[in-house]
């Protein structure tokens, strides 16, 4: 189970913390990711990060914008997202990967939290 929180409102240039605590799988041997899904669009990769933390991945549009991190000791992944923008207003999903890896792929992801909105201003 998955349960993502830390979304809300915020301006254009500020800043929001999204958490995901995990429970009952194998939390730090999996690969995590944080995906979105704007209205009327289909969901797209944000961030990935292996199971160690030493691997992280991004996409181009929030790459240097966004940073995401793991606890392992707490079955935590976060997402820092600074400099926010109103194209990252979303609803923004975590998933627990079936690889160790970091990867983009959504397929390669097995389990989802419910999702947590964020909303940019201008």
């Known amino acids: 189970q998955l349960q993502a929180s830390g979304g809300g409102l915020v301006q254009a240039g500020g800043s929001l913390r999204l958490s995901c605590a995990a429970s009952?799988?194998?939390?730090?041997?999996?690969?995590m990711g944080w995906f979105r899904q704007a209205p009327g669009k289909e969901r797209e990769f944000v961030a990935a990060?292996?199971?160690?933390?030493?691997?992280?991945y991004y996409s181009d549009s929030v790459k240097g914008r966004f940073t995401i991190a793991r606890d392992n000791a707490k079955n935590t992944v976060y997402l820092q997202m600074n400099s926010l923008k109103p194209t990252d207003t979303a609803i923004y999903y975590c998933a627990t990967a079936t690889t160790t890896r970091a990867t983009s792929i959504m397929t390669d992801y097995d389990y989802w939290g419910q999702g947590t909105q964020v909303t940019v201003s201008s």
């Open positions: 009952g799988h194998t939390f730090s041997r999996s690969g």
């Open positions: 990060i292996s199971w160690s933390g030493v691997i992280t």
